[in-house]
């Protein structure tokens, strides 16, 4: 896919969903990757070219592993070539320990990891002004979870397979998702054309702990891909109907309330971060 057609896909999205309004204050969550990098770099030149007054800012969680000053220098560049600031969080500081909770609890680490990042990427941008919070999850992204959550029967998550999630508590930020219409291969030739640097996918910040790359994410990927090469617009055509039907699975009575630890919102008495964590805080 050409520049200008990537890049028109994406702005349709921000524009149709109302991603960016003005005297928003937008921060781009950053792993490091091509598709957070797209995120971050689409919302500048958008914010940009149609002059809106509002500010981006990029986050990163840094997980203070081995791999983590490698990633955050890969960041650092990302985020001076679109000329917008950086903020760092570095889980050291938060007392927390990755290598305790991993040997306290049977989850694997990239759902704890993933937990970590749910809500941090929702406390700290708010603590620091975000009014939303951008991330980098593209179209195959959904189209999997897609498969995944009506092969297991999870029906109510197809309600957040959606460009923009809106706030359903004062301390939950919206969540936009501006790389709804596009993905996987789409971002990588945008970041290769663009010559924007990212780190690639086969370095899992989390090798450190035993974790490897989702194999069977990629065996999904290339399913959606092989459907696509006897189907011209298998995906966008999924998609868009996904999105459609995201209505239709939200639970309309799910209440928002205060972790009654932390006081961050969550829908159960104890959020699932301190569930985790509450006991590894030094
Ligand atoms: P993942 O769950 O790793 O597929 O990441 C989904 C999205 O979360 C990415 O596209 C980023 O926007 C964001 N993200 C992932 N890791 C980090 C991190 N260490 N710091 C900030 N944002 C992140
Ligand atoms: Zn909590």
Not at 196 to 213: A, L, S
Request: proline share 4%.
């Amino acid at each position: 896919m050409k520049v200008d057609l990537y890049l028109s896909r994406v702005f349709r999205t921000i524009k149709k969903f109302k991603l960016v309004k003005k005297g928003d204050v937008i921060f781009a969550a950053l792993s490091g990757g091509k598709d957070s990098a797209s995120s971050l770099f689409t919302l500048k030149k958008y914010i940009t070219e149609n002059k809106i007054e509002a500010t981006l800012k990029g986050f990163h969680i840094n997980f203070c592993l081995p791999i983590s000053e490698k990633v955050q220098k890969v960041i650092e560049k990302q985020t001076k070539i679109a000329e917008v600031p950086l903020e760092v969080l570095y889980i050291k500081d938060l007392g927390i320990s990755l290598d305790e909770v991993r040997k306290k609890t049977r989850r694997p680490i990239c759902s704890i990891c993933g937990t970590l990042k749910r809500y941090l990427m929702n406390k700290i941008p708010r603590e620091k002004g975000a009014t939303k919070l951008a991330t980098g999850h593209h179209m195959d992204d959904f189209l999997v979870f897609f498969f995944k959550n009506i092969l297991g029967k999870n029906y109510f998550w197809i309600s957040k397979f959606k460009p923009k999630i809106e706030s359903t508590h004062p301390k939950m930020l919206c969540k936009i998702r501006p790389l709804f219409m596009v993905g996987d291969k789409e971002n990588k030739a945008f970041c290769k054309a663009l010559g924007i640097p990212f780190i690639e996918e086969d370095i899992c910040p989390y090798t450190f702990f035993g974790c490897k790359i989702d194999v069977n994410r990629e065996k999904w990927y290339q399913t959606i891909y092989d459907i696509e090469r006897r189907h011209k617009n298998f995906r966008a055509q999924l998609i868009s109907s996904i999105k459609d039907m995201s209505k239709f699975f939200e639970e309309k009575n799910r209440e928002i309330k205060e972790c009654s630890i932390c006081r961050e919102p969550t829908d159960q008495e104890i959020c699932s971060f301190c569930k985790l964590f509450s006991n590894s805080l030094s």
